[in-house]
Structures are given as C-alpha cells and as structure tokens.
C-alpha cells in the first residue's frame, strides 16, 4: 500500500511543473533528422537542462561513427534536445513539447517528450473513429492514460516510454488532434483505473463479437480486472466477417468463451495465437469463428480482453457514462485522479 502511494507521487513530482510527461519514440531509428520551427532552443536531454537558441530554424541532426554531429558539429555525449515556444517539424511530423535526438544502435533515435494530456489528444483519433459518442471517447481516453503510465512505470529510466507504432499506441502528432479527442481527454484530465492502488493493464481491442476475452487466453496476463463479460457489440454488422483459408482447418480447442486456442492447419498443430499472428491481424480478425470446410464464419476484431470499443460505443448510446463504460470492461477496478 505504502509503496504504491509512493510510486503514483514519485511519478507525479518528477516533473518540476508536476506535469506528467511521455517519451514517445518517433518511428524506428533514422540516417538523418530535420527539424524545423522558428526559435529553436537547443540543450542537454534534463528537464534542467539550460537551453540556448540555435541561429537557423532548421537543423539537422546525424550521426558518424560513435557520435551524434547537429548541423556538421559534434555533440558531446548521447543526446541532445531541442525545445521551441511552439510546435516542432520533425521530418514531416508537427509534434508538441521537446524533440530529442539520441544515439541509437545504427542511426538516430528520435524521442518526443510532451505532456501525457497532449499525447493522449494525438493518440485518441488514432484509436477510436473520433466521431464515437463522447462518454465511449473518454472512456478510451481513461483506457488510453492508464496504458502510457503502466509502461511508464514499466520502461522508468529507458530512453523511451512507447513507440509510436501499432505495437505500441499510435501517435501521429499534432495532425491528429481533434476538438472532440481533445475535450475527452480534457474531461478526465489525471483521471486512471487502478487495481490495488496500482495502475492496471488496460487492454482495449476494436470489437469483441460478443463477449471479451480473459487477459489470460487473449493476451496470457491472468490479471483479475481481465475476465470475461458480455457486450452488445454482437449485432453490429463489424462484429461479423468471413475468410476462405487455403489450407484445411480444424479447431482442436476453446477457451471457454468459444475463441480458438488450439488448431490444426492441414494435419499439423499450431497454437491458435500464433496461427493469427502468421495469417495476418486484419485477415483473421479474431480467434472466435466457426469452421466450414476452409470457409471461416467469426466474430469480432482483435484479441478481445479488456474494453471493446465497439461495446463502449453501444453502452454510451444507450446513456452510460464513461465510469460505467470502464468498471463494466475492467471488472473490479477503481477511477482514481492522479493529478
Ligand atoms: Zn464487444
């Protein structure tokens, strides 16, 4: 108990300004950085660090040998940050906060440190059709916050916190920003699920079929926040899809909503999460279907544990808000504000 309470402070005041902020990694590594913006400041990669103006409104940032060089001039040490009154260009992106530039493995890593409430106004759009009724987009938006600060804590003293690929959370800046996103995220401002005191694993998928997954068969985090509810996301024309499969199918076990989780392909055994992954995720969109010949009839779209986004679109329809959108997905959990 004490530990945790410790942990949400730490976090909380590890900022000067008590502004809690991200390290989100901009793509995979690059040859060369261009940033732009009128008024660039430049300094070490410390929230203290002193930052002086750069002369140009552009720069570029590589690497040779063992060092990082801005503009043709070598920098001292690993990483080198670069801030400016507005928003950044980083080759093509306009992004919030600090940009930094780190020595990666071949090239150049390139970090985004912003604000965890302007992150998340970027990455909600990316996740949820921003047109979704308010209580199911701050619903996501809750989800959303919870996931960063669980690995937050998770990568505490990596360069970086997330990527911004599909893997991770997808962030495409300030492009994706949106009144809507920004107001859901506004309306829930600090606002994160916990389970004894601690951040949870919010786990959110595009549409169940139905009913979701435990966290254990889905994704194997036996958590107990992650188990099986119903959804009334079933009749919704997405909740359904069809694939024909070259091969010969059979399923050899269920979890004990129905989903697969042990088949053969043409004799042979695979593991059912495995067998998505080498299809493809957009082509076998979930392991809940029925075998007809190679004819598969299924339900839903992504692994399934955690918060349906369809669901929640459903449930907000009906007039639920977003904490009954949240303890109905994530069994158990309690809405704390963290800041
Ligand atoms: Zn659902």
């Not at 909740?239 to 004799?267: C, F, N, P, Y």
């Not at 080498?278 to 076998?284: F, H, S, T, V």
Request: charged share 25%; with cysteine.
């Amino acid at each position: 108990m004490l530990r945790t309470t410790f942990t949400f402070g730490f976090l909380v005041s590890s900022t000067a300004l008590a502004t809690e902020t991200m390290r989100i990694a901009i793509g995979p590594e690059v040859k060369q950085a261009r940033l732009a913006g009128d008024g660039l400041f430049r300094g070490d990669d410390d929230e203290g660090a002193r930052f002086l103006p750069l002369e140009s409104p552009d720069v570029t940032v590589t690497r040779k040998g063992g060092a990082l060089f801005v503009d043709g001039s070598a920098v001292s040490g690993r990483a080198v940050r670069f801030r400016r009154g507005g928003a950044i260009d980083v080759n093509g992106t306009r992004v919030r906060g600090d940009v930094v530039a780190l020595l990666g493995r071949d090239g150049v890593q390139l970090v985004n440190v912003l604000a965890l409430e302007d992150y998340l106004a970027g990455v909600l759009g990316s996740e949820m059709p921003k047109s979704f009724p308010l209580e199911a987009l701050k619903a996501q938006a809750v989800a959303a916050r919870t996931y960063a600060l669980h690995k937050k804590l998770e990568q505490y003293g990596q360069p970086f916190h997330l990527g911004s690929s599909v893997i991770s959370q997808v962030y495409g800046g300030l492009a994706s920003e949106d009144p809507r996103t920004r107001e859901a995220v506004e309306a829930t401002r600090g606002m994160v699920l916990t389970h004894q005191l601690q951040p949870v694993e919010a786990y959110f998928h595009a549409s169940c079929g139905g009913k979701t997954e435990s966290g254990a068969e889905a994704l194997g985090r036996d958590l107990p926040y992650l188990k099986p509810v119903s959804c009334p996301c079933a009749k919704l024309p997405q909740a359904e899809w069809r694939l024909e499969l070259d091969q010969r199918i059979q399923v050899t076990a269920r979890s004990a909503t129905g989903r697969a989780t042990k088949v053969l392909l043409d004799g042979r055994p695979v593991d059912a999460v495995l067998l998505r992954e080498r299809i493809g995720y957009m082509k076998l969109k979930s392991l809940w279907f029925e075998v007809s010949g190679k004819t598969l009839s299924g339900h839903g779209f992504g692994h399934g544990a955690g918060m349906c986004q369809w669901g929640a679109k459903v449930l907000a329809e009906r007039g639920m808000g977003y904490r009954e959108i949240l303890g109905h997905y994530y069994v158990g959990t309690e809405l704390q504000t963290l800041y």
